[in-house]
């Protein structure tokens, strides 16, 4: 799993509360991702991180914004959580220094908002 | 948009058979990269190939890509139970620097 954990595992919320992800890694990699996952979508990006407080935007970024402030942590951010952000958010790295190399994925958070 | 297609959304096969998948993209990439996922975890990483390779192997796995064609196969022989997962084709466009995945096979194997 490349030393790759992702916190809160689960999470229940409210409409209009704000929410953070959390993923860590131990290796050092460049660059980071975070998808979310929903039935007939397969995994659609989010945002992605090519370095320190380096990100770019992915197919579904509006909602949610993310922070990179040092190699190992890239925190997502739902600032006000609407029900249609109830998924299971997942966090990769990609294995080599270009982000075109193979990825390795998180354990997943599963978000439910109420 | 997804960039990859795949083919079938499901499929059902006897233990012992062999089993395709298919993935079909939309512009030139740099490599295409095939994924298993069990009920409830993260994505795992089987193969990557490139847009210059036109088969790969991987144990029981073999992977073909036709750049003419914009599509990819998957193929794992032998069958076994614990082959049940989905499977996810990903690819990487020319100078970028994320996959974009299509929406999934899921692969059943009755015993």
């Known amino acids: 799993d490349a030393g790759i954990t992702q916190s809160p595992r689960h999470k229940v919320t409210e409409t209009g509360t704000p929410v953070t992800l959390r993923c860590h890694q131990t290796?050092?990699?460049?660059?980071m991702y975070w998808y979310r996952q929903d039935p007939g979508h397969g995994l659609r990006l989010i945002h992605y991180?090519?370095?320190?407080?380096?990100?770019d935007k992915g197919e579904v970024s509006d909602g949610y914004s993310v922070s990179r402030s040092k190699t190992e942590d890239f925190l997502l951010t739902l600032e006000s959580a609407t029900s249609s952000q109830t998924s299971v958010y997942f966090c990769?790295?990609?294995?080599?220094?270009?982000?075109?190399?193979?990825?390795?994925f998180g354990p997943g958070t599963r978000l439910t908002v109420t | 948009s997804q960039q990859g297609e795949e083919d079938p959304q499901a499929l059902s096969i006897q233990e012992g058979e062999n089993a395709t998948m298919n993935c079909s993209y939309k512009t030139s990439i740099n490599n295409l990269q095939w994924y298993r996922q069990n009920s409830g975890r993260g994505l795992v990483h089987l193969i990557l190939i490139r847009s210059n390779e036109r088969e790969k192997h991987s144990g029981r796995l073999r992977v073909t890509l036709d750049t003419s064609k914009k599509s990819s196969s998957l193929l794992i022989t032998a069958s076994r139970a614990a082959d049940t997962a989905s499977y996810f084709c990903?690819?990487?466009?020319?100078?970028?620097?994320?996959?974009?995945f299509g929406q999934g096979t899921r692969l059943t194997i009755n015993p």
């Open positions: 990903g690819s990487v466009r020319r100078g970028a620097q994320k996959l974009v």
């Open positions: 991180s090519y370095g320190v407080k380096d990100t």
């Open positions: 290796e050092n990699h460049r660059y």
């Open positions: 990769a790295i990609s294995a080599g220094p270009t982000g075109e190399d193979e990825q390795y």
